[in-house]
């Protein structure tokens, strides 16, 4: 949809008005929308990206205000049905992650969330609702809880902030759509599909270096990435884009 906002911002007016028109129709903004109902939700709710996108890029034909509305309902007020409307709010709201406890897919999950909670600040900051756009930054922050500085790398813990044990690399089941941790994707390219995570560690050095180790393990680890999962595509175009790396020059392993 990146792309579509630039090429196309006319249809693209046309989706957003669409999507508010469910909300305004159903009560909850679709994240799929799959032959005039709601679709299995597989993370997070993007379609706050999208709204996010419209405001960097100034495309207007929308009410902010009514966005930020519908974006707030759902990361705000618990779903009955979060397989298909809304979040998983319960640990995420009290703990600032996710946890197997509540949802597959926990950490995965969690760093979705928060980098929906940093676009609906976006959101709330063209809308000029500061204190809005304060509380959702600040709530985008609690999924670094979750980072693992020994592992160098994004965990999961338990509701009483305990490590999970068996730290790896890898995902833990082999049909990784049920992963308790990890969605499709394994820990790594699963971190790095978001420049405000990589962004938000403790300093610029620290998100180049995490960047870096995970796209060079991520394109020479046998295994550790596949094609046909688009999580594992998303550590070079990230690599490419936070903190405005340069490419590294060639290397031999």
């Given at each position: ?10 249809q693209q007016?046309?989706?957003l008005q669409s ?19 709601f679709g ?10 999208v ?21 707030r ?5 618990p ?12 640990d ?8 197997s ?22 959101v709330?900051?063209?809308?000029g609702?500061?204190?809005t ?14 980072f ?18 068996d730290?790896?690399?890898e995902?833990l ?54 094609v ?10 990230t690599f490419?884009r936070v ?11």
């Open positions: 949809m990146p792309l579509h906002t630039l090429i196309a911002p006319e007016r046309a989706i999507l508010l028109a469910i909300y305004e129709k159903e009560g909850w903004l679709p994240d799929a929308w799959v032959a005039g109902d299995s939700i597989q993370g997070g709710t993007n379609v706050d990206v709204f996010a996108d419209a405001v960097a890029k100034d495309l207007g034909g929308f009410d902010q205000e009514q966005a930020l509305k519908a974006l309902h759902h990361a705000e007020h779903s009955d049905n979060p397989k298909k409307q809304g979040r998983y709010l319960e995420y709201l009290k703990l600032g992650y996710v946890t406890s509540s949802a597959k897919g926990a950490t995965s999950r969690s760093l979705e969330y928060a980098y929906n909670d940093f676009c609906i600040a976006k709330a900051e063209a809308a609702d500061t204190a756009a304060r509380k959702y930054r600040k709530r985008s922050q609690g999924v670094f809880k979750l693992n500085k020994e592992a160098g790398h994004f965990w999961a813990k338990d509701q009483s902030g305990n490590w999970q044990p730290i790896t690399t995902n089941r082999k049909d990784h759509w049920n992963d308790p941790y990890f969605y499709e994707a394994t820990p790594l390219p699963t971190a790095a599909m978001y420049p405000t995570i990589c962004g938000g560690l403790s300093n610029g050095t620290e998100a180049r270096k995490f960047i870096s180790n995970t796209w060079i393990v991520c394109c020479w680890t046998p295994g550790l990435t596949s046909m999962n688009c999580s594992s595509c998303c550590p070079i175009s490419m903190g405005r790396i340069k490419p590294l020059k060639p290397f031999s392993i």
